[in-house]
């Protein structure tokens, strides 16, 4: 298998790194280190993000469960009160999906998460 990254885009790389460890006053092993443990810290955040939709969704269902149930006479509450829990799981579903994949870079590879935000940083 050859390399995919050429050796000067490595090289290329390496000293917009150590320009930003300079401009930070910092060794480039200590600034990547610092990314690679802000990985985690983005893995966190997702948990708490998670947790937190979870509980939203939960609750949201619950009372329009609960307001259905008390005013089947009006089918119109009825169906608003379930076209608005459902806008509403669908839109923090998606936001769920759409954090959650960088979220499994982050955890299964810190590295290149690293990498991409020193990148980002740099431009």
């Not at 119109?76 to 829990?85: A, D, K, L, M, W």
């Amino acid at each position: 298998m050859e390399n995919i990254i050429s050796d000067k885009a490595i090289e290329a790389v390496m000293t917009r790194i150590d320009i930003l460890a300079e401009k930070l006053g910092v060794t480039a092993e200590y600034l990547f280190g610092v990314y690679v443990k802000q990985a985690y810290v983005e893995v966190i955040q997702f948990v708490l993000f998670f947790s937190v939709w979870a509980i939203v969704f939960t609750t949201t269902m619950l009372v329009f469960r609960k307001s259905m149930q008390s005013s089947w006479d009006n089918p119109t509450f009825c169906n608003i009160s379930v076209c608005i829990g459902g806008f509403i799981s669908v839109v923090l579903g998606m936001a769920v999906l759409i954090e959650s994949k960088g979220v499994f870079a982050c955890y299964f590879n810190p590295e290149y998460f690293a990498f991409k935000e020193i990148l980002r940083n740099i431009k």
